[in-house]
């Protein structure tokens, strides 16, 4: 077990360090973080039959660790389809290893916690599939995290800036218990934030397994022009002859008045149509603009549900029937304060600067 603050700092400094390169797509992060992934297992800083309680403050952070290699995996662009199907599976095992952590210790709960278990019930090897109420579901507990996750680093930022010492409490939290609550939150948005990764990582499998069949046996390639024996499309379509055509061109001179015979090489280039290839069929396009549609219906519902939990005056609480909600009841009640205050500071009329000129007999 680590004790010195100083291996402590060092530690939690490649953590951060390999979550930059993340960031910018370096293959470096994996190995950082590979590197401290076998710190951490040399030094037995984690245990199985540990509870959360039992974890120190400081090393919260570093559970982290497989969530970071599965990002860093999932983030390094590859050309290649069977590498890059490669790197997607190897990132999937390490958001399964830490969604499995974040199980054991509770983190994982509630309605996430039945999503990661309907997707270890999946043996079939297909996309993962959410539903509509799924996902604006996900989307409120998402936000709701990045909300708390906002105002205890607020707070801390605070702390920092009075310059207040470990025991002083800002809102019920010293220093230690701040920084505790920070780190399990940044594990609850991890979950959320490595959930959304599967989800995408399946979709890409799938597609990348297309693909790969389609250059295995649905496509043809001959001189530039590519056929798909499936669908019948031409993507990229050169009419390109195997030998460039010659033509002979007979003329006379003009003074002399003899043949003339020149043979010219007409290169395949001209025999290019003059307007722009399809790059996709119609039942593509419709494809895409149907999805397109759905997701900015879905966005807008998702809009409209939090426009409702917003604070708002209480009579607009009322016209939504949200009038039995104790938080928005809450927050209602400084709001209506606030408005009354100015329509007491502003009386009605007060800004009619032609209210007292003219005969008021008329």
Avoid at 113 to 119: G, K, M, N, R, V
Avoid at 158 to 165: A, P
Avoid at 311 to 336: C, F, M
């Amino acid at each position: 077990m680590i004790t010195t603050a100083e291996s402590q700092t060092s530690l939690i400094a490649i953590l951060n360090t390999s979550k930059r390169l993340i960031e910018n797509s370096s293959p470096e992060a994996i190995t950082k973080l590979n590197d401290l992934q076998c710190k951490i297992s040399s030094q037995s800083l984690f245990s199985s039959n540990e509870v959360l309680d039992d974890i120190s403050t400081w090393m919260i952070p570093l559970l982290l660790t497989e969530h970071y290699l599965g990002l860093a995996h999932v983030s390094i662009p590859q050309n290649d389809n069977i590498e890059r199907i490669k790197n997607i599976l190897l990132s999937m095992d390490y958001f399964h290893c830490f969604l499995q952590k974040m199980d054991a210790l509770g983190i994982l709960e509630g309605a996430l916690l039945c999503a990661y278990h309907e997707i270890l019930k999946n043996e079939d090897g297909k996309a993962y599939r959410i539903s509509r109420e799924e996902k604006i579901e996900r989307y409120r507990r998402k936000r709701e995290i990045e909300n708390k996750l906002n105002h205890f680093e607020s707070l801390d930022k605070r702390r920092k800036r009075l310059g207040m010492s470990a025991e002083e409490e800002i809102d019920g939290y010293d220093d230690e218990a701040l920084s505790r609550t920070l780190n399990i939150i940044m594990l609850k948005d991890s979950t959320c934030e490595a959930m959304d990764e599967l989800f995408q990582a399946s979709k890409e499998i799938e597609m990348l397994k297309i693909s790969l069949e389609l250059e295995k046996k649905g496509e043809l390639k001959t001189n530039g022009a590519t056929y798909e024996q499936n669908t019948g499309n031409v993507r990229n379509l050169s009419l390109a002859p195997k030998n460039p055509l010659e033509v002979t061109r007979v003329s006379h001179h003009p003074i002399t008045g003899q043949l003339l015979i020149q043979r010219e090489e007409i290169k395949s280039q001209v025999f290019r149509p003059f307007w722009n290839q399809p790059t996709m069929s119609l039942t593509e396009f419709g494809d895409r603009e149907l999805q397109c549609a759905i997701d900015r219906s879905e966005a807008q519902k998702i809009a409209e549900e939090d426009a409702k939990l917003k604070p708002k005056r209480y009579e607009q609480l009322v016209r939504d029937g949200l009038e039995d909600n104790t938080e928005l009841v809450d927050q209602s009640a400084e709001i209506d304060r606030k408005w009354d205050d100015f329509k007491d500071s502003n009386p009605r009329g007060c800004g009619n600067k032609m209210g007292d000129r003219g005969d008021r007999n008329f």
